[in-house]
């Protein structure tokens, strides 16, 4: 079997969440007569996504969301089942951008996007493609965040599910997702040992949480850094270190953001590390770490290992991993498959609740209904065996009748 099919079925393995989903649309058939244009990163868990949509009735397009986490093993598995893939590793700038064209100009009645990017092109360069879309849904932070900014200025052309807000999404994706595949990724890239380093994690998000939480557990010493007062004074409560980038750059060994913010780490920063520090990126985009900046200290620079650039600043080195982009997805798999399981069944779902709703939702930014983010809960402890309490009548009406008191 070719590596990219393997990949594949590997996943869906153990996808059974989704595996449920497609059952069900596959009975139902909610997006017949859709289509659907995705911009997602292209690997295995997001092949088993498009093959739910497709038993859903719906046509599909799809390219990546960063020039450098697609697999390209498994964009060829996919064109081989007859579906309009259009990503490729290593695309540069204009490529990427005319491949989400191309999905753009499939005429999508539903996008799905990560990083908000098909979004941003259907409200600007090709705006004329927005009147056929019914709705759209975002995977991640960053992209969220600056929907909500557009739903402020109030320029969104059509609704966007936010599944990024899915308590099943960001609670697990987020969190242990991110977390254990950071490390992964960075330990795919590296080959060396966590125990006894200081690592620097900037942003105390739920992505910093998981990867704060991961590193300790492997015998770091973890230092946050953060904009937000209280989620600095969780990470304190938490039994974290807690300063300025500033002065973490003096003793960091490893610099890890997960902000979605850009110019994180820059240049007064970069000439306070020591030699040999590492820094990564965790964040969508590659603006966390100010690459212009690294770009413009070095004397020179060479790739040392695969995915490691080390630029010589004359009185030391310091190593960029995965060229700033996600090192989760550049050097590694992405997030564990039971993670995206949750994840991409709220994307099925949200795509099924568009195709039913798009005439009655309003051109904002929604979170995900309760009701199937709760679905995806109780079919995740479904598979995982796992049989919780229900509440009895008299509970019921204790919690809902105020007059009950000590």
Not at 286 to 293: A, S
Not at 307 to 329: F, H, P, S
Not at 377 to 391: F, H, N
């Amino acid at each position: 079997m070719k590596e990219g099919f393997a990949k594949i079925e590997w996943a869906e393995r153990h996808m059974k969440v989704l595996a449920m989903v497609r059952e069900e649309f596959r009975r139902e058939k909610p997006l017949e007569g859709f289509k659907v244009g995705m911009a997602l990163h292209v690997e295995a868990k997001t092949a088993v996504l498009v093959k739910t949509l497709i038993a859903g009735g719906a046509e599909v397009a799809i390219t990546g969301c960063n020039p450098m986490s697609t697999q390209d093993d498994v964009a060829e598995a996919l064109r081989e089942e007859g579906i309009l893939c259009f990503a490729r590793r290593g695309m540069c700038v204009e490529e990427y951008y005319d491949a989400l064209k191309r999905v753009i100009r499939f005429k999508p009645d539903i996008v799905v996007d990560d990083g908000a990017d098909l979004i941003f092109l259907l409200h600007g360069e090709m705006k004329d493609y927005a009147q056929n879309v019914k709705g759209a849904s975002e995977e991640t932070t960053t992209g969220v965040i600056r929907l909500k900014a557009m739903e402020k200025e109030g320029v969104l052309l059509f609704p966007v599910i936010a599944v990024n807000d899915a308590y099943t999404k960001y609670l697990f994706d987020n969190r242990y997702g991110t977390g254990q595949s950071t490390m992964d990724g960075i330990l795919r890239a590296t080959n060396l040992l966590i125990a006894g380093k200081n690592v620097v994690i900037a942003g105390y998000g739920w992505c910093g949480r998981g990867i704060a939480m991961r590193a300790r557990g492997m015998g770091a010493t973890v230092v946050i850094t953060e904009v937000d007062e209280i989620r600095a004074l969780e990470a304190l409560m938490d039994g974290f270190s807690v300063m300025s980038m500033d002065r973490a750059a003096e003793i960091g060994d490893i610099f890890i953001t997960a902000t979605g913010n850009t110019g994180v780490i820059r240049e007064e920063h970069m000439k306070k590390m020591k030699d040999g520090a590492i820094l990564a990126n965790a964040g969508h985009f590659n603006v966390e770490i100010d690459i212009d900046d690294l770009e413009k200290l070095a004397k020179g620079k060479r790739e040392v290992r695969k995915y490691i650039t080390e630029y010589d600043l004359g009185d030391k080195r310091l190593y960029l991993l995965a060229e700033g982009r996600l090192v989760n997805l550049v050097a590694g798999d992405g997030h564990p498959v039971e993670v995206m399981d949750m994840s991409f069944s709220n994307q099925a779902l949200a795509a099924k609740y568009i195709a039913e709703n798009w005439e009655k939702l309003e051109k904002r930014v929604y979170r995900m209904p309760e009701d199937l983010d709760r679905k995806v809960a109780r079919l995740k402890l479904d598979v995982m065996g796992v049989k919780i309490d229900e509440l009895t009548e008299e509970q019921k009406r204790y919690l809902s009748d105020w007059r009950c008191g000590t």
